[in-house]
């Protein structure tokens, strides 16, 4: 019988013990003055700033100098451009922003948001799903977004590692934009990410605020967000209309990893995913299928383990019910699996409508859900979660 | 007290702690480099670290990184060597079915049965309560069993 699993871990760590080499003081002085290499070039590069600059305001020389700087003056917004050719702002990778040790290392909250923001969003559901966290003075209602998550590996959806390619026309072309100009106004939100209706072309607020273009996450880096703290932001996104998404492709998201599952992703969850949508002709129609299927066979309950991994998924398809984590998670691998880019976002829905163009957002509207990449269209939200109605296309 | 003097007192201090929270995180590879990234880092900052009551805990978190993984493959020939022959008994499966856990489940379950941390001394580093962890030390313990086999000791899998 193998030995008791507790056991091999001691032995384990023996065995990491004679393997780690000791770590000296002439070593870590050394990779200070940044004369000896660092295994993490990302986090040795931030590091050269601060130790170049020094000052807080550019503490994130990194971060700063590749990403278009955004406002700074109440009042004056700042043209962020959409991806593609035109775009001044240029596509710094969350796991630079991530990574990076901010002014002060950033809470225990906002660190476990960053390190995997649908695995965060829980808490806001459970432990905060009556308290108001921000509001939004907003032209229209929107699901407020914090970030997109392109890469999923087997236990978390997260930032990508590496910098994404960005998909090489600019999408929307020629197309009607509806624009929502928002003012989101912060009163227990916390963390470091901003909510904003997708995409956002112009932000302001104060000094510390950054767009990463590629996750399409607007995020502080000088602190965590306050009660108080306001955004005055302008998100447009192309009106799609129905006959544009049942004609539409779905081949060019621009990065691969719109497609990458782990190799071991439980095979239940591609066979689940080609049965249910067999009948789909196009990338619409499957999303379509796809996104119906859940919404009638499975049970909305946050009374499940928390969770999107493979063994999550795994439960979830048998046990046929969940929450918004496990539906947008599952169903953008299952999607990928069939061979169409999806992403998951995180975010909230549009909160209570207090009438006059105002949206009070409590922690039970957190929520994820998958976004489809079309041709030409973009990337276009569903709604596989039970109980709500489709935030665009999928209606 | 120099500067260098002072400091080379505070790594004496922090990093035996500090190494183990990092290679129960990311494994003796990344976790390593986290360690002497982050203790570089204080070398930089020194001032900051003044008043901080847990600096084990505050050097954990300045040596977090998105872009570091649990060490699966490949693992090193010199670490397989250690293993096959001063440890044969440890499953093969266990380094991958580690990585598999959550950030903070395998960061317990490695401090706690690996290190020998007490789990109040984990909820300190992690910052969460005692009970979290000893539900995670539970959920990781019972789901490597599960996948590598081994009893309890008491013949029950």
Redesign the interface.
């Known amino acids: 019988?193998?030995?008791?699993?507790?056991?091999?871990?001691?032995?384990?760590?023996?065995?990491?013990d004679?393997?780690?080499?000791d770590?000296g003081?002439d070593?870590?002085?050394a990779?200070?003055e940044g004369t000896a290499p660092?295994?993490?070039p990302?986090?040795?590069q931030s590091?050269r700033e601060?130790?170049d600059n020094g000052s807080p305001r550019t503490r994130l020389g990194l971060v700063a100098a590749a990403v278009l700087l955004v406002g700074g003056l109440v009042g004056a917004l700042t043209w962020i451009g959409r991806g593609g050719s035109d775009s001044t702002d240029s596509t710094t990778p969350?796991?630079d922003v991530?990574?990076s040790?901010a002014t002060?290392?950033?809470s225990?909250g906002s660190?476990a948001e960053?390190?995997s923001p649908l695995?965060a969003m829980r808490s806001r559901l459970t432990n905060q799903a009556d308290t108001e966290l921000f509001v939004v003075q907003a032209t229209a209602g929107s699901y407020w977004r914090l970030a997109t998550l392109a890469e999923f590996?087997?236990?978390?959806w997260?930032?990508p590692?590496t910098p994404l390619t960005q998909p090489g026309s600019p999408i929307g072309d020629g197309r009607d934009l509806e624009e929502i100009r928002q003012e989101v106004r912060i009163v227990n939100l916390g963390g470091t990410l901003v909510p904003a209706a997708a995409d956002v072309i112009q932000a302001s607020g104060d000094d510390g605020l950054r767009w990463a273009s590629e996750s399409q996450t607007l995020v502080k880096i000088d602190r965590d967000l306050v009660a108080g703290d306001v955004f005055e932001i302008v998100s447009a996104s192309p009106r799609s209309e129905l006959e544009d998404l049942q004609a539409a492709t779905s081949t060019e998201p621009g990065d691969p990893i719109y497609l990458e599952v782990p190799d071991d992703v439980p095979a239940p969850v591609g066979e689940q995913a080609r049965q249910v949508t067999a009948g789909a002709t196009t990338p619409f129609e499957t999303a379509r299928a796809l996104q119906g299927w859940f919404q009638r066979e499975f049970t909305y309950s946050l009374e499940v383990q928390p969770?999107h991994?493979?063994s999550a998924m795994e439960s979830f398809l048998r046990d046929r019910i969940g929450y918004s984590e496990q539906f947008a998670g599952t169903y953008a691998v299952m999607m990928r699996s069939l061979g169409i880019p999806t992403r998951v976002a995180v975010g909230f829905t549009s909160g209570v409508d207090e009438g006059d163009q105002s949206y009070a957002v409590f922690g039970k509207n957190a929520h994820a859900w998958p976004e489809v990449w079309f041709d030409g269209l973009g990337w276009v939200p569903f709604e596989p979660t039970p109980g709500r109605g489709a935030p665009g296309a999928g209606n | 007290m120099t500067d260098?003097d002072a400091?080379?007192a505070l790594?004496e201090r922090v990093?035996p702690g500090l190494?183990?929270a990092l290679?129960a995180t990311y494994?003796?590879?990344?976790?390593?480099?986290?360690?002497?990234?982050a203790?570089?880092?204080?070398?930089?900052h020194q001032d900051?670290l003044v008043d901080v009551e847990h600096p084990v805990g505050?050097l954990y978190?300045?040596g977090?990184?998105?872009?570091?993984?649990f060490l699966t493959k490949p693992v090193?020939a010199?670490?397989v060597e250690?293993?096959e022959t001063?440890?044969p008994?440890?499953?093969p499966q266990?380094?991958p079915a580690l990585s598999?856990?959550?950030?903070q489940q395998r960061t317990v379950?490695?401090l706690v049965?690996?290190?020998?941390w007490r789990q109040a001394e984990v909820a300190r580093l992690?910052?969460?309560n005692p009970s979290t962890v000893r539900d995670y030390l539970h959920r990781a313990?019972d789901r490597?069993?599960d996948e590598?086999?081994?009893?309890?000791?008491d013949g029950r899998r």
């Open positions: 019988m193998a030995m008791d699993v507790v056991e091999q871990i001691r032995q384990l760590t023996a065995a990491f004679e393997f780690v080499v770590v003081v070593e870590v002085i990779r200070g660092t295994g993490d990302g986090w040795n590091r601060v130790i969350m796991a991530v990574e040790p002060t290392p950033a225990d660190a960053l390190a695995t590996d087997g236990t978390t997260g930032f590692q969770g991994g493979n | 260098g400091f080379e790594v990093k190494l183990q290679v494994g003796p590879v990344d976790g390593r480099e986290a360690c002497v990234d203790l570089s880092w204080a070398w930089e900051r505050y978190r300045v977090q990184s998105a872009t570091r993984r090193p010199r670490l250690i293993l001063r440890f008994e440890v499953e266990l380094m598999r856990l959550s950030v379950v490695v049965h690996g290190y020998g992690l910052e969460i313990t490597l069993r590598i086999g081994g009893s309890d000791g």
